[in-house]
Each structure stands twice: as structure tokens, then as C-alpha cells.
């Protein structure tokens, strides 16, 4: 197991700027792939932003320029920028991790460990 905590979400109008964290305990960070999902009410969950265990990144098109996914591995955290936040950016954000090699850069749902989530959202 790999526990995941997100933190960092919240209100914030549109326009605004927003990081979030993903904190990992337990052994072999870095050698997980890791990415975060959204998921809007009635949608379905939505790969953002995938970072491989060497650090190359990879992004969904709805968020290309305004989102930056970076890993701290000393701290064995994970987080997400979010820069020019828009209403339709008001999700639960949850991160993941796997580290089966065909994952890496994966903005796909196959990750083995979620976090809890963490709520944004961003009003007009």
C-alpha cells in the first residue's frame, strides 16, 4: 500500500492560482509513476497531468499551459499548479501512483493507489 494525501484545495474565484499536494508515506517514491485526476459532478474522472518516476511530464489538452505536475522526492510529495483558474476547473482532484513501467506518463485510471481527494472550486 502507498498512502496518498491530497491537500491544497479550496474556493477561489476565477483568475486565481491554486497548488495542491499530494503527500505519500512508505518506501519506493521514487520509483512511482504519479498523476492526478479530476472528477466533476456527473462526469467522468479525467486525467490532468501525469509526471514519469524520471520526471517527464504529460498533459491532458483541456489544461495544457495553465496546470504544472512536479515531484519533490525528498519530501515524497507531489503536486499540481494550477495557474488561470476557470469554474469549469471545480472538481475533486485526486492523486495517484503505480510503479508498473507501462504507467509511466499514463493519464490513464489504471494506477494501483488514490488518495482521498481533495475539493476545488472555482467560482465566475
Known amino acids: 500500500q502507498v498512502p496518498l494525501v491530497e491537500s491544497g484545495g479550496g474556493s477561489l474565484q476565477a483568475g486565481g492560482s491554486l497548488r495542491l499536494s499530494c503527500a505519500a508515506s512508505?518506501?519506493?517514491?521514487?520509483?512511482?509513476?504519479m498523476s492526478w485526476f479530476r472528477q466533476a459532478p456527473g462526469k467522468a474522472r479525467e486525467g490532468v497531468a501525469a509526471?514519469?518516476?524520471?520526471?517527464?511530464?504529460r498533459y491532458a489538452d483541456s489544461v495544457k499551459g495553465r496546470f504544472t505536475i512536479s515531484k519533490d522526492n525528498a519530501k515524497t510529495t507531489l503536486y499540481l499548479q494550477i495557474n488561470a483558474l476557470k469554474p469549469e476547473d471545480t472538481a475533486m482532484y485526486y492523486c495517484?501512483?503505480?510503479?508498473?513501467?507501462?504507467?509511466?506518463?499514463?493519464?490513464?485510471?489504471?494506477?494501483?493507489?488514490w488518495g482521498q481527494g481533495t475539493q476545488v472550486t472555482v467560482s465566475s
Open positions: 512508505g518506501r519506493g517514491f521514487v520509483t512511482y509513476h
Open positions: 509526471i514519469g518516476s524520471d520526471g517527464p511530464t
Open positions: 495517484a501512483a503505480d510503479s508498473r513501467w507501462y504507467l509511466r506518463r499514463s493519464l490513464g485510471s489504471e494506477y494501483n493507489y
